[in-house]
Structures are given as structure tokens and as C-alpha cells.
């Protein structure tokens, strides 16, 4: 074997291939996709944001609902017919309040029906999500989340607004500057997330439960929790919907180690 041969080799192996293998995966995506959309008579979006930790050039970060999906979400909400339903496919860790409220709202005023389908879980942003849809279809194990407001720090972290607001209730007029700053745009953002949930929902027990701060902001609810809160849930959720997470893979470099074999049960003789 020469030696360019040889390079020939490890330019396809590098290069070629993994081109190859993500058209291939596309083109499954957009076939299962086209067909289930047949099967249920409805637009599918999908909207699927792996939370395990990836990295370029060694850089790590997370992906999360951004303007962009925002900006997608929208577009293809507004190309459906008004008579089609929407199916939209979710798998996420949360994201920006404004591209999640705008895609909520949008969800809410299509005029056919909007049902959300979770296989693993929707926090947060997410959850704001199907609580604008009218039918919430999750695996039974999978979860939603409390969509308390979070405010941003200086420091880089996020501090909840229920949190804050007892802080400052607690040190009273003795409060630090910063402390009452925060705390007026807590009580703004709380009040502000309050009304929006009771637009989508008009359930005040929903909006007390999820926005108040009773729990914490990673707190898993699942479909029993769900319906305990008042928010209508369903865990039929089609194979197909499976199907198409096999086709969203872990960015290479953070794939969970786990390995199976599928099997079925064979009969005792």
C-alpha cells in the first residue's frame, strides 16, 4: 500500500464518511418524519436538544432553546394550515424565556389542535411548552418542571425569584442595595410569568404550583404529579416518537456510555 493511497484513505475515513453518515441520518429523520406526519395527520416539528455535555476544540457547551429555535418554531407554526394540528416532538433542558414565550404563544393561538409529545423530559422553557398545547403526551417516565423565574447574577449563576423575594422579605429595609434590585425584578418577573401561565392555562392552581417557587427549579414532575396539578396528561406515547430520538444522536465526543442488546422474550418450551 503506497503512501497516498494511504492518505486517500484517511481523508475518506475523516472527512467522507461521517459526511455520509450524517446525509444518511438526515434523510431517515426527514422519511420518518414525512411518514408519521401521514400517520397522524398533522404537521411533526421536532425541536431536540441533547443536554449531556459535548465539546468543540474542547470547549464545552450546552444546547438549550435559543432565537434560533424560536425563530424556526415560528416559521414552521406559521406555514401550517390553520385547519392541520401541530405534533411537536420535544426533548429539552429548558432555554431563554423569550424564545420559549414566543413559541408558547404561538402554539396557543394556532387554531387547530397542538399536542406535545416528551419522551424523556421538557423543563422548564420546555414545560411552557405543553402547558400552551392542548394535549400533553409524554412517556411515563419522562418529566416536565417548574417554570419559576430564574434571575441572572453577575457571577454567571442563576438565583430563583421566589428565593430572592424571601431574602429580601427577611432582611427588610436593612437589605443591601443589590438585594433590593433584585428583588423588584424578581417580583416583575414572577408577576409577569404568572399572568403568561394563566394565558395558556387559566388554571390557577397550575400557575401557583409552578411559578411560586414550592419547588425547585429541577424539580422532577412527573405525568401523576402532572395531573395531580391540574395539567391534563397522556402516556401513549407512539413508537414512532422513539423511532426518531434514535435518530438524533449524541454529539460524538459526549455519548453516554451505555450499551444494550434488544431482545425479546422467548417462551419457556
Known sequence: MNFGFTIWIFFFLV??????????????????LNSFATKRGSNV????????KVSFFGIPFYK?????????????????????????ILHTPG????????????????PAETRILIPHYAMSGGTLLALACNEVIMDP?????????????EEGTATAASSILAADKEKGKDAEDETLMLADISEKAVSQMKNLVNKLTDNPEIVDKLVSGQYTHDYPITPDKAVDFGI??????????YNLMDLYPQTKGGKPSVEYFPSRPTQEQ
Open 15 to 32: 472527512f467522507i464518511l461521517p459526511q455520509f453518515n450524517h446525509w444518511m441520518t438526515q434523510k431517515n429523520r426527514q422519511s420518518q
Open 64 to 88: 438549550y432553546i435559543d432565537m434560533d429555535d424560536s425563530e424556526a418554531v415560528l416559521r414552521a407554526i406559521r406555514k401550517t394550515p390553520d385547519d392541520k394540528p401541530i405534533d411537536l
Open 95 to 110: 432555554g431563554l424565556v423569550l424564545p420559549a414565550t414566543q413559541i408558547a404563544l404561538a402554539l396557543n393561538d394556532h
Open 141 to 153: 417516565h419522562a418529566v416536565l418542571g417548574p417554570v419559576d423565574p430564574q434571575i441572572q447574577r
Open 45 to 52: 416539528i421536532t425541536m431536540i436538544h441533547r443536554q449531556e
Open 232 to 241: 391534563p396528561v397522556k402516556t401513549e406515547l407512539p413508537d414512532e416518537v
